[in-house]
């Protein structure tokens, strides 16, 4: 099982994951390094060369320094522009990952262009339902702070019935992948008003505290 180059590994850790203390706690260092260990599971799966998966998962939020909307185009040029990853990646390579991570955002319209680029998609969509809910709500209270606490619901809401739903956009690129059950057991409480409001009670209490 081929394992992430430790040199590479001491090139990200050191120059790139600090950036991502920069983005609060919901695309912050904590979701980066599950990206990462999700990428790398599903590196093994496939059977992908795990030195580019890694690298695309480390880069993928990077944009986040910039309008939300465009960051996965904003972290695309940060990757290909960055010429000290060419020490280990010739510059087809750098063009499939430059195109993976603009391909990772979940409400992209579009197949993405490479198993890369399925791969840091999947990884991204980490459906665990606690850490779905939590970054839902953590998102929230980052990004709109004046909103009252049912403000907050109203949009709490409002997020996961157009992403996560049965009728949602969010789409499963690799079959197989742990993320199946988890977005049936999100999609049962989604569909259950009650389960809902109780999940976003209960960490947006707990977020207030913290």
Known sequence: ???????????????????????????????VMRVIDN???LAHQTGADVNIAYVIAAYHDLGMSGPRAIHHITSGKILSSDNRLKKWFSDDQL????????????????VPRS???KIVAEADRDLDPETVFTRAVEF?????????????????????????SCNGYIHLWIPGSPNANNLKTIQNIISDDELLRTEFERIYDKEIVE
């Open 1 to 31: 099982m081929q394992q992430v180059s430790l040199e590479i590994m001491e090139f990200i850790e050191r120059n790139i994951l600090p950036k991502y203390n920069d983005f609060g706690k919901s695309h912050g260092l904590q979701h």
């Open 39 to 41: 990428s790398i599971q």
């Open 95 to 110: 063009r499939i990952m430059k195109e993976a991570v603009e391909d990772h955002r979940a409400s992209s319209s579009h």
């Open 115 to 117: 198993l890369y680029g």
């Open 140 to 164: 929230g209270l980052e990004n709109e702070p004046t909103k009252n606490k049912e403000e907050q619901w109203t949009r709490f809401q409002k997020h996961m019935n157009e992403k996560y």
